[in-house]
């Protein structure tokens, strides 16, 4: 087998050996359980109209995404950090890339590996999301597929950064550091939406140049709107300042440029992290 | 028992045809010159120079901290020379092709504790591209070897130390490897496993194997090795065969009777004398001069009643160069 997918395979079993997938698992059926059942609850309220309480319902969706990103966005961090730091630390990398297998194949199938469980992972979840939001309200969402997809490419980028800290930093210092970087550009979106509604021209620009250096908060817009109802957009764009002062709210999808963008941001920082790991002495 | 390691063994085992390493057969197993690593103020290593002939069993011997393990990390490309650079069966130290024909055991022996003993055996097969047909055999061979054959399907995290050392022993065995690279194989084990390890480097000679040892334990190179380095503070301070090291500056037990005290003192040209007892030591003798010494003693009058030779033990002579350093 290609080495690259040796350690991707190897990968994806370290993670159903540990447990990890088990935990996942149990994690989103407790999840989407208690999930559903708010969405039943919210959907059958005899106090609010059925209009208001689809707007209700696609807003809880859309903060229940907000939490899953974030569930998504640890876990990615937390399996990134201890894939390179943590093994160097205990020796078992060292007798790997003695063999005749190139370092960068090592990164690639481990960064490949870690992809597939997130990839699964938000699948899964995403799926039965909607599943039983339909079931218990009726409601789906304009394009959950393309949420999902937005909010696994959050999971990715983070990975990613993560396991470029995680060849020079210890396996605590790459996770605490991704994720931190992680909500301080959460807040540099919520800021440039703070300043696009009262024209505070500094901060939207601050927000912009953090979608471009990290750009977990960019994704997540485009999973917010593909998320809304269109009726509950257009209501948002029709307020009094045009665009809505909402961090739970995206007037647009990311534009093509922006999403060319992420993916040469994956792209270099993924060889950053294989030029790192090259230099990196065992 | 290992297996025999043949071309047609060779060729069958492996998926992918050899690289450099076997290009150049005639090539020492490890050539380095004046190999140096500097780690920001510390020294690690400096100036090694050392050639390992192939089918030798080399002994790298040194004190903790004297740069072993920088040593062989060099020599697989785990770390970078500063300067200097190192040969590892005629390729440049490091080179990927080479270290197809390299077995490994780390100083830091971690194998991943969720896998089964088998499991690891055949993933560092997969690594080695062995052909997927010879896994089994090459896996229970192994696992046969090192004695862990009744274990082989308990996850290495239920393992002792030294039943993960021998695991590591097993994974570097795996492919019949031109060279083993063993950094302190027996750190972990008994007297039974540190037996087993001498059997298996004798094997290991026998098929024509280079085998570098890295070891502080100076029994076990007396044991095994060839020659020996000795290395003290990053730096090599003698190189030999055992008996070329010990006896580098021999020495002699003498009782001697009928002459009068301290008659000893007026002979200092044949060595340095000291009294111990009836008995005297005559150290830092030149070579042949025992005879000479003897007819000295006994045209003075002496009565020759014994005459003992002497020779350095390993560690007498390693203590001796440490100090010197």
Same mark, same amino acid.
């Given at each position: 087998?290609?080495?690259?997918?040796?350690?991707? =395979?190897?990968? @994806?079993?370290?993670?159903?050996?540990?447990?990890?997938?088990?935990? &996942?698992?149990?994690?989103?059926?407790?999840?989407?359980?208690?999930?559903?059942? #708010?969405?039943?609850?919210?959907?059958?309220?005899?106090?609010?109209?059925?209009?208001?309480?689809?707007?209700?319902?696609?807003?809880?969706?859309?903060? %229940?995404?907000?939490?899953?990103?974030?569930?998504?966005?640890?876990?990615?961090?937390?399996?990134?950090?201890?894939?390179?730091?943590?093994?160097?630390?205990?020796?078992?990398?060292?007798?790997?890339?003695?063999?005749?297998?190139?370092?960068? !194949?090592?990164?690639?199938?481990?960064?490949?590996?870690?992809?597939?469980?997130?990839?699964?992972?938000?699948?899964?979840?995403?799926?039965?999301?909607?599943?039983?939001?339909? =079931?218990?309200? #009726?409601?789906?969402?304009?394009?959950?597929?393309?949420?999902?997809?937005?909010?696994?490419?959050?999971?990715?980028?983070?990975?990613?950064?993560?396991?470029?800290?995680?060849?020079?930093?210890?396996?605590?210092?790459?996770?605490?550091? #991704?994720?931190?970087?992680?909500?301080?550009?959460?807040?540099?979106? @919520?800021? #440039?939406?703070?300043?696009?509604? &009262?024209?505070?021209?500094?901060?939207?620009?601050?927000?912009?140049?953090?979608?471009? @250096?990290?750009?977990? !908060?960019?994704?997540?817009?485009?999973?917010? %709107?593909?998320?809304?109802?269109?009726? &509950?957009?257009?209501?948002?764009?029709?307020?009094?300042?045009?665009?809505?002062?909402?961090?739970?709210?995206?007037?647009?999808?990311?534009? =093509?440029?922006?999403?060319? =963008?992420?993916?040469?941001?994956?792209?270099?920082?993924?060889?950053?992290?294989?030029?790192?790991?090259?230099?990196?002495?065992? | 028992?290992?297996?025999?390691?043949?071309?047609?063994?060779?060729?069958?085992?492996?998926?992918?045809?050899?690289?450099?390493?076997?290009?150049?057969?005639?090539?020492?197993?490890?050539?380095?010159?004046?190999?140096?690593?500097?780690?920001?103020?510390?020294?690690?290593?400096?100036?090694?120079?050392?050639?390992?002939?192939?089918?030798?069993?080399?002994?790298?011997?040194?004190?903790?901290?004297?740069?072993?393990?920088?040593?062989?990390?060099? *020599?697989?490309?785990?770390?970078?020379?500063?300067?200097?650079?190192?040969?590892?069966?005629? +390729?440049?130290?490091? /080179?990927?092709? +080479?270290?197809?024909?390299?077995?490994?055991?780390?100083?830091?022996?971690?194998?991943?504790?969720?896998?089964?003993?088998?499991?690891?055996?055949?993933?560092?097969?997969?690594?080695?591209?062995?052909?997927?047909?010879?896994?089994?055999?090459?896996?229970?061979?192994?696992?046969?070897?090192?004695?862990?054959? /009744?274990?082989? /399907?308990?996850?290495?995290?239920?393992?002792?130390?030294?039943?993960?050392?021998?695991?590591?022993?097993?994974?570097? *065995?795996?492919?019949?490897?031109?060279?083993?690279?063993?950094?302190?194989?027996?750190?972990?084990?008994?007297?039974?496993?540190?037996?087993?390890?001498?059997?298996?480097?004798?094997?290991?000679?026998?098929?024509?194997?280079?085998?570098?040892?890295?070891?502080?334990? *100076?029994?076990? +190179?007396?044991?095994?090795?060839?020659?020996?380095?000795?290395?003290?503070?990053?730096?090599?301070?003698?190189?030999?065969?055992? +008996?070329?090291?010990?006896?580098?500056?021999?020495?002699?037990?003498?009782?001697?009777?009928?002459?009068?005290?301290?008659?000893?003192?007026?002979?200092?040209?044949?060595?340095?004398?000291?009294?111990?007892? /009836?008995?005297?030591?005559?150290?830092?003798?030149?070579?042949?001069?025992?005879?000479?010494?003897?007819?000295?003693?006994?045209?003075?009058?002496?009565?020759?009643?014994?005459?003992?030779?002497?020779?350095?033990?390993?560690?007498?002579?390693?203590?001796?160069? *440490?100090?010197?350093?």
């Amino acid at each position: 087998m290609n080495p690259v997918l040796t350690i991707a =395979w190897l990968t @994806v079993r370290e993670a159903t050996r540990r447990r990890l997938v088990a935990a &996942f698992a149990m994690i989103s059926i407790v999840l989407v359980s208690l999930s559903g059942w #708010g969405f039943y609850k919210l959907s059958h309220s005899v106090s609010i109209t059925s209009g208001e309480s689809n707007v209700a319902v696609s807003q809880a969706v859309i903060l %229940f995404m907000f939490m899953f990103s974030f569930v998504v966005a640890l876990s990615a961090s937390a399996i990134a950090s201890l894939a390179i730091s943590g093994e160097i630390e205990s020796g078992v990398l060292q007798s790997i890339i003695a063999r005749p297998v190139r370092r960068s !194949d090592v990164l690639l199938g481990k960064w490949l590996g870690m992809v597939g469980l997130l990839a699964v992972y938000t699948a899964i979840v995403c799926g039965l999301l909607v599943g039983i939001v339909d =079931w218990s309200s #009726g409601y789906v969402p304009p394009d959950p597929a393309a949420a999902s997809g937005f909010v696994l490419a959050e999971g990715v980028v983070l990975l990613t950064f993560v396991l470029l800290l995680s060849t020079r930093l210890s396996a605590l210092a790459a996770g605490v550091v #991704g994720v931190a970087l992680f909500g301080i550009a959460w807040l540099a979106g @919520v800021a #440039g939406e703070l300043g696009t509604a &009262f024209g505070i021209r500094g901060m939207h620009t601050a927000s912009v140049i953090s979608q471009y @250096v990290l750009p977990t !908060d960019g994704l997540w817009h485009g999973a917010m %709107f593909y998320l809304e109802p269109a009726g &509950f957009l257009s209501q948002q764009l029709a307020g009094p300042r045009g665009e809505p002062a909402n961090p739970f709210s995206a007037p647009s999808a990311p534009a =093509w440029p922006y999403l060319t =963008w992420v993916a040469i941001w994956l792209v270099l920082v993924l060889a950053l992290g294989l030029i790192s790991l090259q230099r990196r002495e065992l | 028992m290992l297996p025999a390691r043949s071309a047609e063994r060779e060729a069958a085992g492996r998926s992918e045809s050899p690289g450099a390493c076997a290009q150049a057969p005639g090539s020492p197993a490890i050539h380095a010159v004046a190999l140096r690593k500097r780690y920001r103020d510390t020294v690690a290593l400096e100036g090694l120079s050392m050639t390992v002939g192939r089918g030798e069993v080399f002994g790298f011997l040194g004190p903790n901290g004297s740069g072993k393990t920088t040593a062989v990390k060099l *020599l697989l490309g785990l770390a970078r020379p500063t300067s200097g650079e190192a040969m590892v069966l005629g +390729a440049p130290a490091g /080179d990927r092709e +080479a270290r197809r024909q390299i077995g490994y055991l780390p100083e830091l022996f971690r194998f991943q504790s969720w896998l089964t003993a088998r499991e690891v055996l055949a993933l560092h097969c997969n690594l080695l591209r062995l052909a997927r047909p010879h896994w089994p055999t090459e896996v229970d061979t192994a696992l046969h070897t090192v004695g862990l054959a /009744d274990r082989a /399907d308990a996850k290495v995290g239920t393992f002792s130390k030294g039943m993960q050392q021998r695991l590591g022993l097993g994974v570097a *065995l795996l492919g019949g490897p031109t060279l083993v690279i063993l950094d302190e194989p027996t750190s972990a084990l008994d007297p039974v496993g540190r037996h087993d390890v001498r059997q298996i480097i004798r094997e290991l000679r026998d098929r024509g194997a280079t085998v570098f040892l890295n070891t502080h334990l *100076l029994g076990e +190179a007396e044991h095994v090795c060839d020659r020996v380095t000795i290395l003290s503070k990053g730096r090599a301070v003698a190189t030999g065969t055992l +008996a070329e090291l010990k006896g580098l500056r021999p020495s002699v037990r003498l009782r001697v009777a009928g002459l009068p005290a301290n008659w000893w003192q007026q002979m200092a040209g044949f060595g340095r004398w000291v009294a111990d007892g /009836d008995w005297l030591l005559v150290e830092d003798m030149a070579a042949g001069k025992v005879p000479e010494l003897v007819a000295a003693i006994v045209s003075r009058g002496g009565q020759v009643e014994a005459v003992i030779p002497q020779r350095q033990s390993l560690e007498e002579r390693f203590l001796e160069l *440490l100090e010197e350093t």
